[in-house]
């Protein structure tokens, strides 16, 4: 049998290769990315997950660094109806930007946190 000659073999993976990235359209490789669901932010499935991910390594009922509390719902409560927990992860002028030291808060995680907020801030 004659041999495929080795430029041969390359250029196809090559084709392959350029062909397969024909659709790497973010919408078709993260269908769920732009889509950001935040009518049912309650505190136990959606806010406490942002809390401990983002917030109560400083925040801890023993550490509560400006003596503000985001690992339980008591506490987060508090900063929550004062106006001072959505001034922090909103970055608003006059309050020190929350989490501190690291990057804003994601479009959805923001969302979410207005919407329990603009709730009531329940204990949901
Ligand atoms: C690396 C530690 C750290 C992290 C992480 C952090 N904070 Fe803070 N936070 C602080 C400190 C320290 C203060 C006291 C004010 C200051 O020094 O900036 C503070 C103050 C606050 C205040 C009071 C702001 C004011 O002006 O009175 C709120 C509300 C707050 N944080 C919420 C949050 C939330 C919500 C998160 C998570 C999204 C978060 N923090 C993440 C350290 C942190």
């Given amino acids: 049998m004659k041999k495929i000659p ?5 250029f196809f993976i090559c084709m392959i290769a ?6 790497d359209k973010e ?4 269908p769920f990315a732009s889509i950001c669901d935040s009518s049912n932010a309650t505190y136990s499935q959606t806010i406490a997950p942002i809390m401990t991910a983002n917030c109560n390594i400083c925040h801890s009922t023993v550490l509560a660094s400006g003596s503000v509390i ?14 001072k927990l ?7 002028a006059g309050f020190s930007p929350m ?7 994601s479009a959805c995680d923001l969302a979410k946190i207005k919407k329990w907020i603009n709730n009531g801030a329940t204990n949901n």
């Fill in 6 to 10: 080795y430029f041969i073999i390359v």
């Fill in 18 to 23: 350029v062909s397969s990235c024909y659709n």
């Fill in 27 to 30: 919408a078709y490789l993260y």
């Fill in 70 to 83: 985001t690992d339980t719902w008591a506490g987060l409560n508090v900063v929550a109806l004062n106006g």
């Fill in 86 to 92: 959505w001034a922090g992860v909103d970055w608003s």
């Fill in 99 to 105: 989490p501190k030291g690291s990057s804003k808060l």
